[in-house]
């Protein structure tokens, strides 16, 4: 989607009772999903904002939007919340992702899903610079990774991109069909949050400005 374009305004009531009548609906979850991205689509905002695009286009954000639709499932087992950790890096809040109930090693956490988009070489240099501390080449925006096999970074989309890095992750990447999702591999708690291991080499050399949890317990990082 075009960044340059003004996003739409509509009243958040809308938007509330949208999701209230996801949650409350008793039919299979693909069903109550895409009705629930149709009605999307017809507030007047969006479709004056998707005007101008193609079907394909029209489609895929469509598609976007039904992966946050489905956090919203009364089976779901994860939530979007806010975090602190890295605002004195970002110079903003934070989002991460919090397990709402028990989850097992060998879970696949399968609304959490996310894609990847790419990148010209400007949109990543856009996208890598200093923080505020001075530190060069530590990225401010934590959504683009890189991708070994093509040689190139990648900008993650998607409910996922809010799995933040930690060097003692709890989950790792798992490709699921045509998307990417997380997959547990030690206990994870109520309230605990869901990480994932971005590189040794992510945060520095070494990780050495990491910022993550691990590190702070263990007095390693930034």
Same mark, same amino acid.
């Given at each position: ?93 934070e989002l991460c992702i919090l397990a709402t109930r028990p989850l097992a090693p060998g879970t ?5 899903? @996310? ?42 989309? @998607? ?9 003692g992750n709890n989950a790792e990447l798992f490709r699921e069909g045509r998307y990417i999702t997380f997959r547990v591999i030690k206990p994870i708690a109520v309230g605990e ?10 945060? @520095? ?13 263990? @007095?390693?990082?930034?």
């Amino acid at each position: 989607m075009d960044s340059s374009r003004r996003l739409p305004k509509t009243d958040a009531n809308n938007i509330l009772q949208m999701v209230r009548r996801l949650v409350a609906a008793k039919a299979q979850p693909s069903v109550v999903i895409r009705e629930a991205v149709d009605n999307l689509l017809l507030l007047q905002p969006i479709r004056y904002y998707l005007s101008n695009y193609t079907d394909k286009q029209v489609n895929a954000f469509a598609t976007h939007a039904s992966r946050y639709l489905e956090l919203y499932l009364p089976n779901g087992s994860i939530e979007i919340a806010h975090t602190s950790r890295y605002a004195h890096a970002t110079g903003k809040s934070e989002l991460c992702i919090l397990a709402t109930r028990p989850l097992a090693p060998g879970t696949v956490i399968t609304e959490l899903k @996310g894609s990847m988009a790419d990148l010209t070489d400007e949109e990543d240099r856009e996208l890598k610079c200093a923080t505020a501390t001075g530190q060069s080449g530590i990225r401010r925006d934590f959504s683009v990774i890189h991708s070994k096999q093509l040689k190139k970074n990648h900008l993650f989309l @998607g409910p996922a991109r809010f799995v933040n890095h930690d060097c003692g992750n709890n989950a790792e990447l798992f490709r699921e069909g045509r998307y990417i999702t997380f997959r547990v591999i030690k206990p994870i708690a109520v309230g605990e949050e869901v990480t994932a291991h971005y590189g040794d080499d992510y945060f @520095g050399r070494n990780n050495r400005h990491c910022l993550c949890q691990t590190c702070e317990d263990t @007095g390693r990082g930034g």
